[in-house]
């Protein structure tokens, strides 16, 4: 099904599945040396039918120097087709009336990014540096630091949101994990009963009690269930 997918770039570092449109599927690729001297690209390809055909939607040309194994992308969970892409430790938006990717106003390395379910527009910024945690209310325009109670000098790694309850978010530092659950306006720590281990992934559960996963670097995967 994916004959000649592989053929677009030299690797793959992140794909979206649109869960709105059937056979609708989104990947980063990344290409080093693809055009003029010193010049490296990343790509944002799209197929409308499961992968049978793909086409370029967008690309970003960068120096050799960016570190090309990190490029993600998220979709808006509305189905509205725009898309938001990590790279190049910057954070840029698609929409459907736009050819090419924009760059949001946001200072660096973005590291991970959540979209508010109910409210699209509503979304927030992991990144590494001091003010580890951005919001923004109009969708990228304008962004402001909600890092209250997360400790100074701790690096985020990992952002999720819970599906249900989208006020409640999680981040995982190199230190710990954090919780908030009033839209970023305040966090606590969220570790008790986590090895001392990086956080690899986060995931919380769509479905049944309130879970939060944790994968972890070499001690497995662990579970916490929350009483509300």
């Not at 509305?78 to 929409?95: F, P």
């Not at 001091?130 to 985020?156: C, E, I, M, N």
């Amino acid at each position: 099904m994916l004959d000649g997918f592989f053929k677009l770039a030299d690797q793959f570092p992140d794909f979206a599945v649109d869960p709105h449109r059937a056979g609708r599927l989104v990947a980063i690729g990344t290409t080093e040396f693809c055009g003029p001297p010193n010049v490296s690209c990343i790509s944002l390809f799209l197929s409308n039918n499961g992968g049978r055909t793909w086409r370029q939607v967008a690309q970003l040309d960068v120096p050799p120097s960016v570190d090309l194994h990190f490029a993600q992308v998220r979709l808006e969970p509305t189905g509205s087709g725009i898309m938001y892409v990590l790279a190049a430790n910057d954070l840029y938006k698609r929409s459907p009336c736009t050819a090419n990717l924009s760059l949001l106003p946001l200072r660096g390395p973005v590291v991970d990014l959540a979209v508010d379910p109910l409210t699209p527009t509503t979304l927030y910024a992991a990144v590494g540096r001091r003010h580890q945690l951005y919001k923004s209310r109009d969708g990228g325009v304008t962004w402001f630091s909600a890092s209250a109670g997360l400790p100074a000098g701790a690096k985020a790694r990992l952002l999720a949101i819970d599906p249900r309850a989208p006020a409640t978010l999680y981040l995982a530092t190199d230190q710990a994990v954090f919780v908030s659950d009033d839209g970023a306006a305040s966090w606590q720590s969220l570790s008790n009963g986590l090895p001392g281990f990086a956080i690899d992934s986060l995931a919380v559960a769509s479905a049944g009690p309130r879970t939060l996963y944790a994968a972890t670097a070499g001690a497995g995967v662990y579970a916490l269930t929350r009483d509300r």
